[in-house]
């Protein structure tokens, strides 16, 4: 499969407005953020979830139809969480792809890999690349899977709909991320959690203005109903939204 590079050099940094408040504009701003938080991403996964974000990541690879053999797809990878989960579900015969725009956290998703021992471990590829623009052909993968990612495309249509080209007739996307609840009482709860927990414990690593991006990203991202319907006007036959983590979080589950 070929890889699709990009120079990280040509891309902006972030702005920030005079009140110290980040303001992500466009792809190359989400990229810069992601690889600025990259040495810390998982140390903050587990102390704000209280490493419960490894059990919904479990729940979406499950929810992804993996078996033993198959190739799949982890796009928005990260550190790799999700991507060494499907590697332990497709085994030696099978190939996993970690695919990001973030260099930094390819590195230390690539770092990790070196240091496990399992032999199924060595059947990850790590890819920089766009999700907006994958470089697949049509009909490759048996699952594809993308973890706190969706949200943070600048085009969720587009992203979707190369989703669906690229995986095989049959074949099951999962989609895990922050929950939008239409229940204004799970938002009040969700963004008060963010304001007097998330934010003061990134603080503490440097990464306040960071982590205010999450409560506004969550406001623009889509409901549980508006994925479902996206991910059928892209061209999946069927798709079904699963809450998770108390309605804080959620799971598209959508079958090409």
């Not at 690539?110 to 690349?129: A, F, H, P, V």
């Not at 239409?182 to 008060?192: A, D, H, K, R």
């Not at 690593?205 to 991910?231: P, Q, V, W």
Request: hydrophobic share 40%; with cysteine.
């Amino acid at each position: 499969m070929a890889s699709l590079h990009v120079a990280l050099s040509s891309f902006p940094g972030p702005s920030f407005r005079p009140t110290g408040k980040l303001v992500i504009r466009c792809s190359a701003d989400r990229q810069a953020l992601f690889n600025r938080i990259a040495p810390v991403y998982d140390n903050l996964n587990d102390l704000l979830s209280l490493g419960q974000h490894r059990i919904w990541k479990r729940m979406a690879v499950s929810w992804s139809g993996a078996k033993e053999g198959d190739d799949v797809l982890d796009i928005c990878c990260g550190s790799g969480d999700l991507t060494f989960l499907l590697s332990e579900k497709v085994g030696p015969h099978g190939e996993a792809v970690g695919l990001d725009f973030s260099n930094e956290q390819l590195l230390i998703a690539s770092t990790r890999q070196k240091l496990r021992s399992k032999t199924y471990y060595k059947n990850i590829k790590w890819m920089e690349g766009n999700a907006l623009d994958l470089p697949f052909p049509d009909s490759s993968f048996d699952a594809v899977t993308i973890g706190y990612g969706l949200r943070n495309v600048v085009d969720r249509h587009r992203a979707m709909a190369e989703i669906c080209r690229v995986l095989k007739p049959g074949s099951t996307l999962s989609v895990l991320d922050f929950n939008k609840s239409i229940n204004p009482l799970s938002t009040t709860v969700q963004e008060l959690m963010i304001d007097n927990i998330v934010v003061p414990v990134a603080s503490g690593y440097g990464l306040e203005n960071e982590y205010k991006y999450l409560k506004s990203s969550i406001r623009d991202f889509l409901t549980g109903n508006e994925l479902e319907k996206l991910a059928l006007e892209v061209g999946f036959s069927t798709a079904k939204h699963f809450e998770i983590g108390f309605g804080f979080m959620g799971n598209l589950v959508a079958i090409r």
